[in-house]
């Protein structure tokens, strides 16, 4: 998954940053709310981590104004401030969720399993596909129950392709779930993690679309 932090606290920037990617997911960080305009303008993410105090332009109007241009990628807010008159401005501005600072871990990650669940539609936390399940709660991956380790990578591409069954993702669209800004993207990596994953859960569980992409699953009308 691709996030966009928006925080302009470098401590806190730096640690939800690392602790994210640890996890598996590629984290673009930005540290005011006019350069979270530009790249939500520019580029795609899975999720926006959105912090409200923020230098040039607040969090509240970033927000507000992501969603008069139609943009719906789930926004969680991580804000100081609890009244009710605050939350309540948050969610009718177009916030799926937010969290009071200061936050454990573990509560913004159940957080963000749970906002991405809601807008992939998805009421079950397990990931299901043929024999193989995914857990992202844990983060275990099981092949006719038995389970398979994988790197976070590994995961993170497995992850990608299980929340869109029967979906053709490009390359380009997996490297974006597995790769941050900074971060060097090897030419064949997509292709070395595919191949690890085939030998874990057979060689049939991805396949390809020379020159499109990959899918698991059954594919699509038009795929």
Do not use: C
Not at 107 to 125: D, H, K, Y
Not at 185 to 208: M, P
Request: hydrophobic share 45%; charged share 25%.
């Amino acid at each position: 998954m691709r996030f966009l932090l928006v925080e302009d606290d470098p401590m806190i920037g730096a640690s939800l940053r690392n602790a994210l990617r640890q996890e598996g997911h590629a984290v673009d960080w930005v540290r005011d709310g006019r350069a979270a305009q530009s790249t939500l303008a520019s580029e795609r993410f899975d999720l926006l981590l959105l912090d409200l105090g923020l230098p040039q332009v607040p969090g509240l109007e970033v927000l507000r104004g992501l969603r008069a241009a139609g943009n719906t990628t789930p926004a969680i807010v991580l804000t100081a401030r609890d009244e009710l008159e605050q939350r309540v401005a948050l969610l009718d501005a177009g916030a799926d969720d937010y969290l009071v600072k200061p936050f454990e871990l573990a509560e913004l990650t159940a957080r963000i399993r749970a906002v991405l669940r809601r807008a992939a539609g998805r009421a079950a936390p397990l990931l299901e596909v043929g024999d193989v399940q995914l857990d992202p709660a844990t983060r275990q991956v099981t092949r006719s129950g038995e389970p398979v380790i994988l790197s976070a990578r590994e995961y993170a591409l497995l992850e990608a392709l299980m929340l869109r069954p029967g979906a053709l993702l490009s390359r380009a669209q997996l490297e974006d779930r597995l790769y941050g800004w900074g971060e060097e993207v090897e030419s064949n990596a997509v292709s070395v993690y595919v191949h690890q994953l085939r030998r874990k859960l057979g060689e049939d569980f991805i396949r390809t679309v020379r020159g499109v992409g990959y899918y698991v699953g059954t594919p699509r009308a038009g795929a």
